[in-house]
């Protein structure tokens, strides 16, 4: 597609609810990112992939989080059982190869955890 | 990580330059500078980044220090959508994902 592209891009849900965001990165950008951005606070990296593979889980903040993506293009972030913490706008970056060629943003999902 | 040091917050009066310094003196020599904005209730986008030369496009300048210790963006005629928070970022020339920090605020004043 022309642009990186985020749903749902509002998500209110009840505290211990699953919930799933959905990322469609820009056709032929093998890597993609997800980052979350709190209320006023900076971007917090969570995972990356290349093609199928996430070789950088380091910023999942916990194991309630998880991602993938399949065939290389549109990927999943499940946070399961929600906490209240979890409230952010949840950002997906895609960029043809490595962050050199320059990452382009989706609009987010804001995710709401009453 | 290689680390960026930003001012909090800068004001410009509209269509004036503006300068946006970024101090990064633990910089490799293979870290590109990088600089993204975000508009308010929006994704970040890309502005422009460079490796030693300094660079032009559209957007903005970059002018990166002969040492390459320090780099400023420069936005030639501040508009009022100029108005967001830039991010400077180092960014090595592998995969390793971009580390966004607290970016400086630009009001700009009409």
């Known amino acids: 597609g022309a642009g990186v592209s985020q749903s749902p891009s509002n998500k209110v849900t009840e505290k211990g609810k699953d919930v799933e965001l959905r990322c469609d990165p820009i056709?032929?950008?093998?890597?993609l990112y997800w980052y979350r951005q709190s209320l006023g606070q900076g971007l917090e990296f969570l995972i990356y992939?290349?093609?199928?593979?996430?070789?950088?889980k380091s910023g999942l903040p916990s194991d309630r989080f998880s991602a993938e993506r399949t065939g290389g293009s549109v990927s999943t972030l499940t946070i399961q059982r929600t906490q209240q913490e979890d409230s952010a706008v949840y950002l997906c970056?895609?960029?043809?190869?490595?962050?050199?060629?320059?990452?382009?943003f989706g609009s987010g999902t804001r995710l709401t955890v009453v | 990580d290689a680390k960026t040091t930003q001012p909090n917050s800068m004001e410009s009066n509209e269509e004036e330059p503006v300068h946006l310094p970024c101090n990064h003196s633990?910089?490799?020599?293979?870290?590109?500078i990088h600089w993204y904005r975000q508009l308010p209730s929006q994704g970040p986008e890309y502005v422009i980044h460079g490796l030693t030369s300094n660079v032009n496009n559209r957007m903005a300048s970059l002018a990166i220090a002969e040492d390459r210790k320090s780099s400023t963006l420069i936005l030639h005629r501040a508009t009022l959508r100029d108005a967001a928070v830039y991010y400077c970022i180092l960014g090595n020339s592998g995969n390793t994902p971009l580390v966004f920090g607290k970016g400086t605020r630009l009001s700009v004043i009409a």
């Open positions: 633990t910089i490799s020599g293979t870290d590109y």
């Open positions: 970056a895609s960029s043809f190869r490595t962050p050199n060629y320059g990452y382009t």
């Open positions: 992939f290349q093609g199928n593979s996430a070789p950088d």
């Open positions: 056709s032929g950008h093998t890597a």
